[in-house]
């Protein structure tokens, strides 16, 4: 384990397993309908993205935004797109792919963009839901793990943009961020 690392919340086998059976689901959910546009919010989602796309059994197509909320703005936040997707998206089924679920403000910013630009429909899968953070109404419909009001590192999560690449989920030690 990483000596800044307090505990390991989910290891590497279990966010393996868990998206197995994700993946599962959402090949179930989307037989029949036309297959989905993976949508991953860059950075953290990265390693996510790679983890569930494998387990998703259908003719996707993935596609990569990068946003940043604007610092400071609180919960009424605003988000600035620095990498925008390389297609049309109107009339198409989306899956936002997050690593996590924290306020709620990208997400659910991210998804009335989406929309705006005629997305048929778009769905959230993270990795990730904090529940106890929100601020704003957002839903997500496919959830790996809640985690607890914990400052969480990760398999795509940072701290000053450090600890992305751990291959489990742990809590980082207070006095690394304190
Ligand atoms: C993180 C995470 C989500 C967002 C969730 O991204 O990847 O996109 O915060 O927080 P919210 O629910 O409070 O909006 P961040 O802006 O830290 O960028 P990163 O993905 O590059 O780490």
Known sequence: MHQDVEKILVTEEE?????KELGRQITQDYTGKKAP?????LKGAAPFMT??????DLDVEMEFMC?????????????????????????ENILLIEDIVDTGITLSKVKKMLLDRG??????????????RRVTEIH????AFNVPNEFVIGFGLDY???Y???????????ECYK
Request: aromatic share 4%; with cysteine; hydrophobic share 40%.
């Open 15 to 19: 966010i393996t397993e868990r998206c």
């Open 37 to 41: 546009i993976l949508v991953s919010i």
């Open 51 to 56: 983890e569930i796309s494998k387990r998703i």
């Open 67 to 91: 946003v940043s909320s604007y610092a400071g703005t609180g919960s009424t936040g605003n988000i600035k797109i620095i990498m925008d997707l390389q297609r049309d998206i109107a009339g």
């Open 119 to 132: 997305a048929n429909e778009v769905k959230i899968v993270t990795m990730l839901d904090k529940k106890e």
């Open 140 to 143: 997500a419909d496919y959830v």
């Open 160 to 162: 000053n943009q450090k």
């Open 164 to 174: 992305r690449n751990l291959p489990f989920i742990g809590v980082l030690k207070e």
